[in-house]
T-cell receptor
Framework: DVKVTQSSRYLVKRTGEKVFLECVQD?????MFWYRQDPGLGLRLIYF???????EKGDIPEGYSVSREKKERFSLILESASTNQTSMYLC???????????FGEGSRLTVL | AQSVTQLGSHVSVSEGALVLLRCNYSSSVPPYLFWYVQYPNQGLQLLLK??????LVKGINGFEAEFKKSETSFHLTKPSAHMSDAAEYFC????????????FGKGITLSVRP
């Protein structure tokens, strides 16, 4: 069964802390994505990557960075967490052609 | 650039009634279109997708959607709602071609009354 696995389902962090969200996919997909989901706003793209060591900004990259050192792994980093980054974070991957996304179960982050 | 409009944020139907969730898209080129479902505290699952083959697309759990180019629509339907269909539904569009990103609508919450 193909999977996208996010390392933490629930996290609670304090303002100013550095936060790492890890995502691993086992489908040999080239493309990986990080979205955040907020009520009434739907999914908004933070960063994406089309290949190892490549990254591109999405619609809301401010306050975030990413790392893709291996094809299967895509990490989202909050350098200094703030309360407005409290959200559900969803990782996804896709193959090169149709763009169909496969999602992880999400990481719900609360920043106090 | 592409975009998706899902009117309204909440739809409520009775069990056994028709489900109709609307989606209109904007795209400068022939699009790929998707419907995803999200159950509480889970990620998104693909319900169905349109990739320029048949305009009527059948998906999982009895859902289907019809691509209508003239109306730029891709509405999701199910003839008879079940309690287990209660979830949030997202329509998404991507451009054809390699490495195209998905753009999502804001989502619609479907409630099913007994």
């Amino acid at each position: 069964d193909v999977k996208v696995t996010q390392s933490s389902r629930y996290l609670v962090k304090r303002t100013g802390e550095k936060v790492f969200l890890e995502c691993v996919q086992d489908m040999d997909h080239e493309n990986m994505f990080w979205y955040r989901q907020d009520p009434g706003l739907g999914l908004r793209l933070i960063y994406f990557s089309y290949d190892v060591k490549m990254k591109e900004k999405g619609d809301i990259p401010e306050g975030y960075s990413v790392s893709r050192e291996k094809k299967e792994r895509f990490s989202l980093i909050l350098e200094s967490a703030s309360t407005n980054q409290t959200s559900m974070y969803l990782c996804a991957s896709s193959g090169r052609i149709t763009g169909e996304l496969f999602f992880g179960e999400g990481s719900r982050l609360t920043v106090l | 650039a592409q975009s998706v409009t899902q009117l309204g944020s909440h739809v409520s139907v009775s069990e056994g009634a028709l489900v109709l969730l609307r989606c209109n898209y904007s795209s400068s080129v022939p699009p790929y279109l998707f419907w995803y479902v999200q159950y509480p505290n889970q990620g998104l699952q693909l319900l169905l997708k349109y990739t320029s083959a048949a305009t009527l697309v059948k998906g999982i759990n009895g859902f289907e959607a019809e691509f209508k180019k003239s109306e730029t629509s891709f509405h999701l339907t199910k003839p008879s709602a079940h309690m287990s269909d209660a979830a949030e539904y997202f329509c998404a569009v991507s451009l054809t071609g390699a490495n195209s990103k998905l753009t999502f609508g804001k989502g619609i919450t479907l409630s099913v009354r007994p």
